[in-house]
DNA sequence: ACCGGCTGCTCAAGTAGTTGACCAAGCGTT
DNA sequence: AACGCTTGGTCAACTACTTGAGCAGCCGGT
């Protein structure tokens, strides 16, 4: 029935004889003003009944909690990645990521359709009074509007791997040309002309996946004698296996795929066994991203490997500077980091 | 230069002329005893201003945040539906996860060396008054004597896949010896007699490790002319190849080998290719978790799936009911969820 | 004796919001 | 006229803590 609750500053202050106002200041190292004796007395005593700062009270009292928002889908290892660099960086500078996991794992969330829920999951977060929010692309499209007024809040908002026209806050993204280009730069040395791009679904929160494919077909186009032709998966994105298939029988016979992800790559891997085409005998391979799963593929999938630790550190880092330092005021940054080609086992000359 | 906050009740009580607190209580819906047109002067104003209530005030009035601390290393897929799991029960209750997120992807973090890195971590989320935690193993074992205290500050604690001789809160675990069992008899029934189990790390914080493999053994030396031999990985957990080949390579010659992860199991397949042993012909292995990978390897593989987002679920409900439900004031619990066999292509007859 | 300055501490108001106590006006009743 | 009751609100104290203002006591200087 007893309720041994948390110490209180109160309970500090009663223990040591002092004022409670006199325990806060010691306490917050304004010592100059008060007896060592003093301070002895309430260090000691805030030490032995294990008194802790209610970060509560200073979140309503300097209108910083020291936390940030993170609104992602539950994902690919690529994205847990990203987390992993967010939580780091924001730690380093005793900021505390509150990560809104949403949606599950089969479907992604689908807020298009109901713009309430939206709401409901960003106010979770606000109510809270997070200084700032890290954001997906997915929730960046869906809840375009209700975050454009979060800056006149003074939230400020990072948006990852996704370019807006009208942007409300700054963003991170991927540098992918360079990488692609080496993609293309790799598979045209190896002799192939015939090359075919299998898209995702490159839907409005997508814009990367159309965006790496234009970048893919330009840098082939370069080269006069070779050709892309691109095919892209339903609005769903689950008939990857049927479109790699539709691909691969095509009269076009490219003898090289480049998939704008490795999940797409995937699919040409199972489309290829079916049709007993070998990789990379009869066809290459390059997929995008270097998922968990590329390295262990049969063969060992050529990718692009992105540097998601680095862009959660760097959407990180935009915030801490927006909210303290030299950004604050500043017009909304776009921050760009490199991505290296993986040359695997999954692409070999263009056969005869 | 302009600050435009976020409003205050203060100023929805001024647009709307009343009292601070008439507009506090007819928020709240206690409007009884107020005037009907007074109630729709406040619920305009507010709704007009974009009014929220601050949480962190509920949190330090009612001693309540609704958040609970989620401790966990960065890792593997079956940790992320976990957290899935977590985060759906959690939300439906209107509680707010925050995770921390410790260590990198590359090494876990090793507290055991660190302890005041330790207590600092756990109070990071018990300074923003977390109103309970939950914990991974890892963190269960690292962290234990100051866990303990945490039941007398009224901070309930559940543990996942860990079970202590002195529990000091709630956990969740998959029940694995039926799994196990159904594992042991597909492979007698195939008709292996010589059979190998290789483990993991077998750590203190990993029991479940060596849970594991004891329950495989005593499956396996139920039919008596069947043999078990186990290995196992160094501390550091980084020569499972080795340790792979070593056991293909014994005398004793296994023709089925039982991995406590898939993570094992995948050691295994890479050491049978460099000795020139197939899967299944010469060697069927089994793995444990259906990990990402495990559908995809080559061929796919025949391993136990737990139910990660039933027990993020279960741990979830664990926590309501312990806060605000019939389990306050009741001994700690220990929850089991069931695992399920999953047959694939990596297991066959055992060689003549 | 009186003033200035320093040391060492407390007071009170503030952060945003909640809640029990209280109070005034209006009405009907005796 | 005095009483009780309902309606419709306000007041003040409370949550945990911070912070600028202020004040008592003591010392040295004139």
Redesign the pocket.
């Known amino acids: 029935m007893s309720q041994p609750?948390?110490?209180?500053?109160?309970d500090?202050a009663e223990a040591a004889?002092?004022?409670?106002?006199?325990?806060?200041?010691i306490?917050?190292g304004?010592r100059s003003?008060?007896?060592?004796?003093?301070?002895r007395r309430v260090v000691e005593a805030s030490e032995r009944l294990g008194?802790?700062?209610?970060l509560?009270?200073?979140g309503?009292?300097?209108?910083r909690t020291n936390t940030v928002g993170v609104m992602i889908p539950p994902y690919d290892s690529f994205w847990v990645k990203v987390l992993s660099g967010i939580h780091k960086r924001l730690g380093e500078a005793d900021f505390l990521p509150i990560t809104l996991w949403l949606g599950d794992l089969d479907h992604l969330p689908h807020f298009e359709a109901n713009e309430q829920e939206g709401v409901r999951q960003i106010n979770r977060l606000l109510d809270r009074r997070v200084d700032a929010l890290i954001l997906w692309p997915t929730f960046a499209v869906a809840y375009q509007e209700h975050l454009a007024g979060l800056a006149e809040k003074n939230v400020p908002v990072v948006v990852i791997d996704h370019r807006s026209d009208e942007p409300y806050g700054d963003s991170v993204a991927t540098n992918e040309s360079q990488a692609t280009r080496a993609v293309a730069k790799h598979l045209l040395d190896l002799g192939h002309r015939r090359i075919a791009c299998i898209s995702s679904r490159e839907s409005k929160s997508q814009t990367w996946a159309l965006e790496r494919r234009r970048n893919f077909e330009r840098a082939i186009s370069l080269k006069s004698e070779a050709e892309v032709r691109s095919w892209r998966l339903n609005r769903t994105g689950d008939n990857g296996v049927e479109v790699a298939t539709h691909l691969l029988t095509d009269d076009f016979r490219p003898t090289a795929v480049f998939a704008v992800t490795d999940h797409e790559a995937h699919c040409v891997y199972e489309a290829a066994i079916t049709l007993g085409l070998s990789i990379p005998g009869d066809l290459s391979v390059v997929g995008f991203a270097d998922l968990d799963f590329a390295a262990t593929m049969m063969p060992p999938l050529s990718t692009v490997r992105q540097r998601p630790q680095e862009i959660g550190e760097r959407a990180a880092s935009l915030l801490i500077d927006r909210l303290d330092g030299p950004l604050a005021g500043e017009p909304f940054v776009h921050s760009e980091i490199e991505a290296d080609f993986v040359l695997r086992e999954s692409t070999g000359p263009a056969p005869a």
Do not use: H, Y
């Open positions: 609750r948390v110490p209180r500053l109160k500090v004889n002092v004022s409670v106002s006199a325990a806060s200041k306490l917050r304004d003003r008060f007896g060592e004796e003093t301070c008194w802790r700062r209610n509560l009270v200073s309503i009292q300097t209108g």
